[in-house]
């Protein structure tokens, strides 16, 4: 509804329950703070943004098995921030490592490889890498 206060708020609210009931590295914490970011960046506060997708990050690497797909949705949510920043090499970095935690944790023909070779191509474009970029989206289109 583009009520981002009001999502903060209540998303903030839920983070400091969650701090009180959870262990300090419990994945719900990572799911909170990945929320809160997501509001930030649909602001256009990407500091704060990224500040809370990477204390997401934090959480999940100690919360979760090294090839989780949540790790990989991490590294994405980082990835398409730095894409909105401008600062595409730390975009196209966060990308490629969670595209490789997906070969790993998915089987070979699951559906968010798209959406991974989407952004990677996305982000070639933004740098003017047209072939790569191209290269990417039709590899997201296979």
């Not at 994945?27 to 990224?50: C, F, Q, T």
């Not at 949705?73 to 969670?98: F, P, R, W």
Request: without cysteine.
């Amino acid at each position: 509804m583009g009520e981002y206060s009001k999502a903060l708020l209540s998303y903030e609210r839920s983070l400091e329950i969650e701090k009180i009931a959870l262990p300090p590295n419990h994945p719900d914490l990572a799911v909170s703070y990945n929320n809160i970011g997501s509001v930030y960046s649909h602001m256009g506060k990407y500091s704060k943004a990224l500040s809370s997708y990477e204390r997401s990050l934090e959480i999940n690497k100690i919360a979760l098995p090294p090839n989780h797909p949540n790790l990989a949705a991490s590294y994405n949510n980082i990835g398409l921030l730095y894409n909105n920043m401008g600062e595409y090499s730390k975009a196209l970095s966060s990308h490629e490592q969670s595209l490789e935690i997906k070969k790993i944790a998915l089987p070979p023909n699951h559906s968010d490889f798209a959406g991974s070779y989407n952004n990677i191509g996305m982000v070639y474009s933004h740098m003017g890498e047209y072939s790569k970029a191209l290269l990417s989206y039709e590899r997201s289109l296979e």
